[in-house]
């Protein structure tokens, strides 16, 4: 049978292990995939750099352009990462009439429109399951598999850098800048981890889930987005004395006012399935109205894992090579003239409880000063945990849990109770969530 030609861009970690992936597996790859899957092509920054024995078959480029247009190459798999020039090589691919499989999330997220309009007009395919919690079939699930639902919304841990540094800053007492280290050593982390542990990456990924659970264009723009650079080890604490973990989840939910999008730390009760997903494990619990919540879980980066995802996509495109174009599977699992611009919600307009830290002078009725002004904003009190004040003195940290509130009322009143004379410094706010259905 004559082999499928890939062209690979890029041979770091993820193509590194597309490259060895279908070596090791190449035989069961080919009998799935009807044909063999034979990567010609690679190309590098750095020439010179050693790449392992598996490349020693692979003709080495440095101009990713000449790979792009070579006529030898069936199906280009962008994994260099980043805008430019991965969004140049990806339509100039397009043009030249090759499928693309990407591992590459910022790339989908910004310019996944753009790409889509193009690859859909140049009649190719477009595999990006590896961009979104690495090597989950994720997307193929929400395409496929629940092709029959209405899915309602989704909540993910879907940054396993940010996972990792958690659990490890929790678990082994490791300060936040060790444990972020340790990801960058293992792989985990982007190039500019400012992205993993600022939500920007998760954001990307909760994007591209959006569009394909909901069936929207992109619109990262509107994700709000909220990191665990500021996150402190108190409140990982009281968290847990509280009976809760906190995670940085990524949710989408839909309701008939619009969409919401958002990624920030979040409490989760201890006994939450998604509570107990630790180190670079990824989860997304999807609710949709058939088949009701449905939970996925598996190794969210790392070379073998990303390549998984890589490969199943590269096998996905060998078998539809044959299809017409128009009867493969939709890029955003809607056909394209049937997305819909869904309004996505301010923050001001969404519900969630929250937790509250605030450091309080020790001394009657600040409490009730503290009670009378979530009172009056129709803010119920859940729990209140009060710690006992250090040796000598004179303020004490006060948490609050709160029951479901409208963000503004609760930033109305975050504002009133910092302007007590009472309160020492700013109030810690973070959502705290139980998914249930
Ligand atoms: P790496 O930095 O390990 O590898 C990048 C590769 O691209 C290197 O081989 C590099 O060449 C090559 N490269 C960079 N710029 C150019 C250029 N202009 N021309 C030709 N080659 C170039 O990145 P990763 O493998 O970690 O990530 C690749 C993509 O996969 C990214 O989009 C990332 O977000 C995504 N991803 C990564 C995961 C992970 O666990 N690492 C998980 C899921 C997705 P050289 O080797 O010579 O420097
Ligand atoms: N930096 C990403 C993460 C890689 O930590 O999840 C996988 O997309």
Not at 79 to 105: D, F, Q, S, Y
Not at 229 to 253: E, F, M
């Amino acid at each position: 049978m004559t082999p499928v030609r890939i062209g690979l861009l890029g041979l770091g970690t993820v193509g590194g292990g597309t490259l060895e992936l279908l070596a090791r597996n190449g035989d069961e790859i080919a009998r799935r995939a009807g044909r063999p899957l034979q990567v010609t092509h690679a190309a590098v920054r750095n020439p010179d750099r050693p790449r392992g024995a598996h490349a020693a078959h692979v003709e080495r480029l440095t101009d990713p352009f000449e790979l792009v247009h070579h006529p030898d190459i069936d199906i280009v798999a962008e994994l260099i990462g980043g805008l430019e020039p991965a969004r140049e090589l990806v339509l100039a691919a397009i043009g030249a009439g090759k499928h693309v499989v990407t591992a590459n999330k910022a790339l989908i997220a910004h310019h996944g429109n753009e790409i889509f309009d193009a690859a859909r007009r140049a009649g190719v395919a477009v595999g990006f399951e590896a961009a979104v919690a690495g090597g989950i079939p994720i997307i193929k699930t929400l395409r496929e598999g629940l092709a029959g639902n209405r899915i309602d919304g989704l909540a993910g841990i879907i940054n396993g850098t940010a996972n990792y540094i958690l659990t490890q800053m929790r678990d082994a007492g490791l300060d936040f800048a060790t444990a972020l280290a340790d990801a960058q050593r293992l792989g985990y982390a982007e190039a500019d981890p400012s992205f993993d542990i600022d939500g920007v990456d998760a954001a990307h990924k909760l994007a591209i889930l959006a569009s394909i659970a909901f069936g929207m264009p992109l619109c990262f723009d509107q994700v709000q987005v909220h990191g665990i650079r500021n996150l402190s080890a108190v409140d990982v604490d009281y968290a847990g004395q509280l009976g809760y973990r906190l995670k940085l989840l990524g949710i989408a939910r839909r309701s008939p006012a619009g969409v919401q999008l958002r990624v920030h730390p979040t409490l989760l009760p201890q006994r939450h399935l998604l509570a107990q997903v630790d180190g670079v494990i990824n989860a997304v619990l999807v609710d949709s109205d058939a088949l009701g919540q449905s939970l996925y879980y598996g190794a969210g980066a790392g070379a073998g894992p990303t390549a998984s995802a890589v490969v199943a996509d590269l096998v996905d495109i060998a078998r539809a090579l044959t299809i017409d174009p128009e009867h493969r599977v939709p890029y955003l699992a809607f056909h394209h003239d049937h997305l819909q611009a869904l309004p996505v919600l301010p923050d001001d307009a969404v519900e969630s409880a929250f937790y509250l830290r605030l450091t309080a002078l020790d001394q009657p009725g600040v409490l009730a000063d503290v009670t009378r002004i979530l009172g009056d904003l129709g803010i119920s009190i859940e729990a209140i945990l009060q710690k006992e004040p250090a040796p000598g003195a004179s303020h004490v940290a006060v948490i609050l849990l709160t029951h479901t509130v409208r963000e503004r009322a609760l930033r109305d009143a975050i504002a009133r109770i910092e302007a007590l004379p009472s309160i020492d410094g700013s109030v810690v706010s973070l959502h705290l969530d139980h998914l249930e259905h």
